[in-house]
């Protein structure tokens, strides 16, 4: 099967490549580096804090040769302060599968993206890498606040990025991307090696424009784990972590208005309230169903922004609860407001109100952040002679 799959890319490779051609006097290099330092002041359990909220920056590269331009990206995160909490779920990066993230001491730079790929025009775009998922293409619809948002989703799961399984910044994963008129449409496949499968998960998406101003899209993302894992035992893991979503996008020079609807199985994972017998805390997978809504009024310099994210584990009752309270769920109401006295410069504040309860039972925090973001990049444009 291996055999057959080499055989079927090298005949691609070879086809692609003899259809270029290279008697041409110029080829066309753009480069778009950019920035982004958002940092703010969190006031939480009757305390406060000054944290980093997720400052990044990048580049982006494209040498197009007549119709066909060959494309590369990378972005890192960046860690101004020292202060450890992060409330915005964009911050978590890699992670191991089923390993629950720790807060740590946090390194200056940290990788977010890592990409190549061929951009084939009017015949779609090919990317290898660390990329955005397409599930993500629909899931992204509700995860607009600065801060908030996003945590309904299913993600960025466990508190990773949603790498390994492929729901967020995919992990050594190959994308296809194009648009056919009023449609746009995404596969993508994930080949780390390691687990004894030809590919280690799948995804697939699709997006209708109505309108111009409305979107309506569907996902669907399948991980295949090793079957060590499902067979050790693995507190909730009943096999194969799975996600669809649902969701619409409304677009106007006025309003935003989203909705996204999510079933996942097998597909998060979070600390359970027994200790092993060498006392390590050891994971609790779960299946859930979320419920993200978005909605942002703007003005020449000022918008509002209000949205709810619901995210109810299945299967989470009296019978399981020595392992996960029974009254775990994320329930936040999100209120925001948004100032740009000058271009490039925002001045954000947002309150989370939450009604929830993490897997010990406890009820989740109510948050209030005040920050600032600098937003900065810029093309830059050469013609080279050959």
Not at 19 to 48: C, E, H, M, W
Not at 186 to 196: A, D, Y
Not at 367 to 374: D, K, Q, S, T, W
């Amino acid at each position: 099967m291996h055999n057959r799959l080499s055989e079927v890319l090298t005949c691609f490779l070879f086809l692609f490549f003899s259809t270029i051609n290279y008697a041409q006097d110029s080829i066309d290099v753009s480069v778009k580096p950019y920035i982004s330092l958002r940092g703010q002041l969190a006031v939480f359990d009757k305390d406060t804090e000054l944290q980093d909220n997720v400052s990044r920056t990048g580049i982006e590269l494209k040498i197009k040769n007549k119709s066909i331009s060959f494309i590369a990206g990378l972005e890192f995160q960046i860690n101004m302060f020292k202060g450890n909490s992060s409330f915005n779920v964009d911050g978590n990066l890699d992670n191991g599968l089923l390993a629950i993230k720790s807060e740590t001491k946090q390194q200056v730079l940290g990788n977010r993206l890592g990409y190549l790929g061929i951009d084939f025009n009017q015949y779609g775009k090919l990317t290898f890498g660390k990329q955005w998922g397409v599930y993500r293409d629909v899931t992204a619809y509700t995860d607009k606040f600065n801060v908030f948002g996003g945590r309904a989703s299913a993600t960025f799961t466990g508190g990773t990025d949603g790498g390994e399984l492929g729901t967020g910044r995919a992990d050594q994963a190959i994308i296809y991307r194009n648009k056919i008129k009023f449609l746009h449409i995404g596969t993508q496949v994930q080949t780390k090696g390691g687990n004894s499968n030809l590919i280690d998960g799948f995804g697939l998406s699709a997006q209708v424009e109505l309108t111009k101003e409305l979107l309506v899209g569907i996902a669907y993302n399948k991980a295949f784990i090793n079957k060590a894992l499902i067979d050790n035992k693995i507190l909730g893991l009943n096999g194969n972590p799975s996600y669809f979503t649902l969701g619409s996008n409304y677009s106007s020079k006025k309003f935003d208005f989203s909705l996204v609807g999510i079933i996942q199985e097998n597909g998060d994972f979070t600390s359970s309230n027994n200790l092993t017998e060498n006392n390590i805390i050891p994971s609790y997978v779960f299946g859930a169903k979320g419920f993200e809504s978005y909605f942002k009024w703007k003005m020449e310099k000022l918008a509002l922004s209000t949205g709810y994210n619901l995210y109810v584990p299945n299967g989470i009752n009296k019978d399981n609860s020595q392992y996960v309270s029974d009254k775990f769920r994320k329930s936040d109401w999100i209120v925001g407001i948004n100032y740009s006295p000058i271009k490039f410069i925002q001045i954000y504040s947002e309150q989370r109100f939450s009604f929830g309860h993490n897997s010990s039972g406890q009820k989740e925090q109510n948050i209030f952040v005040l920050g600032m973001r600098m937003d900065l990049s810029k093309q830059f444009n050469q013609s080279i002679k050959l």
